[in-house]
Structure formats: C-alpha cells, structure tokens
C-alpha cells in the first residue's frame, strides 16, 4: 500500500495520483504539481489515502509545493486572459480560411504556455497560424486537435435525459459503446434517440450492460427446448428487464399457444420443475376456481333478477304493491273533472237572458231540476263538459214562445220592449 493525493485539473474529471511526500495536505487545498505539460495548478478533492501499487502508474511524481496566495492570484489573473485568447484565435483562423473549430482556450497557471483546443473533420496544416498567434500573445502556443465527445466534455451542455451529461458531470474517461448494446437492451436503434450531444452512442449504455448480460447467461436460449409447468416447449425470446421467457408449446388438442414463464421456473428437458413452479401453478389454479365461482354466483344473481317481474305478474305478496301504484297515479286526472264545477254559474249567467227574454211566468228550463234531484257525479260531470250544447237548446225554445207572448190575454208587454 502505498500513500498518495487525488489531484484534478481544469480540463476534466480525472483524477491523478501524486505522491504527498511529508507536506500538510488536505481536501480542498490547491498544489504545485510537474506534469508532461509543464508546471500546473492543481485541486486535491479529498483527503490522502492508501492505495493498492496495481491502481498507480510508476513512477510516481511527487507534488512540488502548496498553492500560496500568489499563485492562486496569477491563476486567476491568466484565467481572465483566456477570452480575450479564444477571440484573437478566431480571428486569425478567419483570416488564413482554415477549416478548424476551436472549443476552449487554456493559461498555465503561470502564463508560461497558452493551449488551444479544437476539432476538425481532417488535417489541418496550422503552421502559419502558430506563428501569427504567437506573435499576438507574446507566449509559447500549443494547439491540440481533440475529438467530439472530448469537445462535449469541455463544454457541457443537457443530455435526452434532462440532466448535465455524464461526461461533464462525472465520468472520468471514455468506455467503449457499440451497437451491440442497445440491440441487447431492446432499445429503439433510431440514431437521434441512442445518441448523445456528441453525435456518438450515449455513455450510459454501458452503465447496466454488466447486468444485462449476467441474467441473459442464465436464461435459456431461444431454440432450446425446456420444461414448464404446462408441458414441453420451445424457447421463443427472453426479456432481460422481466427476466421472463417466451416459450411456444403444442397443447393437447393440436393448438400452438406462446406462454410467458419467469426463467426460474424452467428446467431441462427431464429434469424436474422448481418449486416454486410448481407452487405457482397452484396458486393460480385456486385463482382459476374462485374466478369461476365468482362468475356463477353473478350469473345466478343475473337470472334471478330477470325471473323476478313474472313472478310479480303471478300475483305474489311483493307485487300488489307495485300493482296498485298505477291506479294510485290515475286519481289525480278524476281531480280536475270535479273542479269543473265553475261552469255552472257560466250557465246562470247565459239563462238569465234567456228568461228575460221569455214569459215570466214559463217554467225555468234547464239542468237545476236535474241537480236538485241528486243525480250522480258522473252526469254532473257530463252536463259541465257539455254546458255550451246546453245553452243552445234554451234560445230556441225561447223563440217558439214569441208568438204566445202576443196573444192578447198574454203577460206583460216586456218581451215586446225586448225586442
């Protein structure tokens, strides 16, 4: 075991190893180191540790010194630099038409040595921009041609997920991704949705490649026969994220039929089935039965509902009741046949004329006798629905009296002046 210090620079999350010597060193601090880019400034993020020999690269180089005041203040005198760099870069790129995007701009902490990043599709002879900017910033340039998912990593940026991306954020070197995975992970294989603000295949691929290929070596594979809990069959497809398999089995009467079983509860063909197969089959056996005496109860309730309106037909105790519930709701249409009874002073008032019209002393014709003499409530009903025809019958036997009024031994000379 051997005792070092993590130490992480500006252009990424990695961490190196330094060897602390007998200098105070802590998290948080900043360092001298020498590195194959001369002197830089470095951050330690956490405190010095034991580390196996087999995880360093030998030899180890020692830290130089802690950060003091002064150099903090000259690295961030030369961070300020940086845009004014990055601008003056642009410009003579511009200038000398060269095919070539540059993506950050670095000091040493000490000013000594400006580097420029940048990416380009292939080749770029930057020989004469090496001198020109050199010229302008009165330093030793160096200009370093990375790649895309480099790039993505200086500048950060959103991933599909929402989140900063990984690259950013915390991964410390880049890992293989290929097709392969995806294919695996039952992922859809449209470019824009497996890949990253780089343009390559997302990093997070492989973050449950390990896992997705440990359960797919103890699942069966497809072709293969094996036992179930409902006969032989032929394996069909595995579903990592279920860990289910697909498998096709001939059922008894000739039919095909694709079932789903958990991996667990297969076995090879003469071998026997789990227990927990076997207690699944079960389970869902008894699930099978109560589902079935559930259904007969609802269809024997369902029957007993419909048979229940002959039986209230037959004239049974429960059914009187609702029988006698329309002639109960009859009764309100007898009501307003007794409220005619408004009609007859309509009928007075009618006669009246009529009566001063003919002889005084002729008998008073009309339905009052009638009334008087306690006929039902039916002709009463009848004799106000049919008031006006009655009224008519009164002004023609007034006029068949006219001519007995002048007679001279009649009344009065009243119908005359009526006249």
């Given at each position: 075991m051997i005792k070092v210090i993590g130490v992480k620079f500006k252009t990424g999350n990695r961490i190196y190893y330094f060897d602390p010597?007998?200098?105070?060193?802590?998290?948080?601090?900043?360092?001298?180191?020498?590195?194959?880019?001369?002197?830089?400034?470095?951050?330690?993020?956490?405190?010095?540790?034991?580390?196996?020999?087999?995880?360093?690269?030998?030899?180890?180089?020692?830290?130089?010194?802690?950060?003091?005041?002064?150099?903090?203040?000259?690295?961030?005198?030369?961070a300020a630099k940086e845009s004014d760099a990055f601008a003056v870069c642009v410009e003579k790129i511009e200038a000398h038409g060269l095919d070539m995007k540059l993506v950050d701009v670095e000091y040493t902490f000490n000013g000594s040595k400006v580097v420029f990043y940048f990416t380009a599709d292939e080749r770029v002879d930057f020989r004469e921009l090496v001198k020109d900017l050199a010229y302008a910033l009165k330093t030793r340039i160096e200009l370093r041609q990375i790649g895309v998912r480099d790039e993505a990593k200086m500048l950060g940026g959103l991933g599909p997920c929402g989140r900063l991306v990984c690259c950013k954020a915390f991964l410390d070197d880049f890992r293989p991704v290929s097709i392969k995975m995806a294919k695996e992970q039952n992922l859809s294989l449209s470019p824009t949705k497996i890949s990253g603000l780089c343009g390559r295949l997302m990093c997070c691929l492989q973050y449950e490649q390990s896992a997705y290929e440990a359960i797919r070596s103890k699942m069966?594979?497809?072709?293969?026969?094996?036992?179930?809990?409902?006969?032989?069959?032929?394996?069909?497809?595995?579903?990592?994220?279920?860990?289910?398999?697909?498998?096709?089995?001939?059922?008894?009467?000739?039919?095909?039929?694709?079932?789903?079983?958990?991996?667990?509860?297969?076995?090879?063909?003469?071998?026997?089935?789990?227990?927990?197969?076997?207690?699944?089959?079960?389970?869902?056996?008894s699930k099978e039965k109560d589902a079935n005496a559930q259904f007969r109860k609802e269809a024997g309730n369902n029957a007993r509902r419909s048979a229940r309106p002959a039986k209230l037909q037959n004239g049974g105790k429960q059914g009187n009741?609702?029988?006698?519930?329309?002639?109960?709701?009859?009764?309100?249409?007898s009501k307003p046949e007794q409220k005619q009874k408004p009609a007859q002073p309509k009928q007075k008032q009618d006669a009246k004329p009529a009566q001063k019209q003919g002889n005084p002393s002729a008998p008073k014709q009309g339905n009052e006798p009638a009334q008087k003499q306690g006929q039902k409530p039916a002709q009463r009903q009848d004799f106000s629905q049919n008031a006006e025809n009655n009224v008519e019958p009164k002004k023609e036997s007034s006029r068949r009296r006219r001519p007995r009024r002048r007679k001279p031994n009649g009344g009065p000379n009243k119908p005359e002046t009526a006249e």
């Amino acid at each position: 075991m051997i005792k070092v210090i993590g130490v992480k620079f500006k252009t990424g999350n990695r961490i190196y190893y330094f060897d602390p010597l007998d200098l105070p060193v802590k998290a948080g601090d900043g360092v001298i180191v020498e590195t194959a880019r001369g002197m830089e400034f470095g951050d330690v993020p956490e405190d010095p540790k034991e580390v196996d020999e087999s995880e360093i690269v030998a030899p180890l180089k020692p830290v130089v010194r802690i950060a003091t005041d002064e150099d903090k203040r000259l690295r961030a005198q030369y961070a300020a630099k940086e845009s004014d760099a990055f601008a003056v870069c642009v410009e003579k790129i511009e200038a000398h038409g060269l095919d070539m995007k540059l993506v950050d701009v670095e000091y040493t902490f000490n000013g000594s040595k400006v580097v420029f990043y940048f990416t380009a599709d292939e080749r770029v002879d930057f020989r004469e921009l090496v001198k020109d900017l050199a010229y302008a910033l009165k330093t030793r340039i160096e200009l370093r041609q990375i790649g895309v998912r480099d790039e993505a990593k200086m500048l950060g940026g959103l991933g599909p997920c929402g989140r900063l991306v990984c690259c950013k954020a915390f991964l410390d070197d880049f890992r293989p991704v290929s097709i392969k995975m995806a294919k695996e992970q039952n992922l859809s294989l449209s470019p824009t949705k497996i890949s990253g603000l780089c343009g390559r295949l997302m990093c997070c691929l492989q973050y449950e490649q390990s896992a997705y290929e440990a359960i797919r070596s103890k699942m069966p594979k497809p072709g293969k026969e094996v036992n179930t809990v409902d006969g032989i069959g032929v394996v069909v497809e595995n579903n990592a994220i279920t860990e289910r398999t697909k498998v096709r089995l001939t059922m008894e009467d000739g039919t095909i039929d694709v079932r789903e079983y958990p991996y667990t509860h297969l076995s090879q063909p003469g071998e026997p089935l789990p227990e927990e197969a076997l207690e699944a089959k079960k389970a869902e056996a008894s699930k099978e039965k109560d589902a079935n005496a559930q259904f007969r109860k609802e269809a024997g309730n369902n029957a007993r509902r419909s048979a229940r309106p002959a039986k209230l037909q037959n004239g049974g105790k429960q059914g009187n009741a609702p029988a006698q519930k329309p002639d109960q709701k009859q009764k309100p249409e007898s009501k307003p046949e007794q409220k005619q009874k408004p009609a007859q002073p309509k009928q007075k008032q009618d006669a009246k004329p009529a009566q001063k019209q003919g002889n005084p002393s002729a008998p008073k014709q009309g339905n009052e006798p009638a009334q008087k003499q306690g006929q039902k409530p039916a002709q009463r009903q009848d004799f106000s629905q049919n008031a006006e025809n009655n009224v008519e019958p009164k002004k023609e036997s007034s006029r068949r009296r006219r001519p007995r009024r002048r007679k001279p031994n009649g009344g009065p000379n009243k119908p005359e002046t009526a006249e």
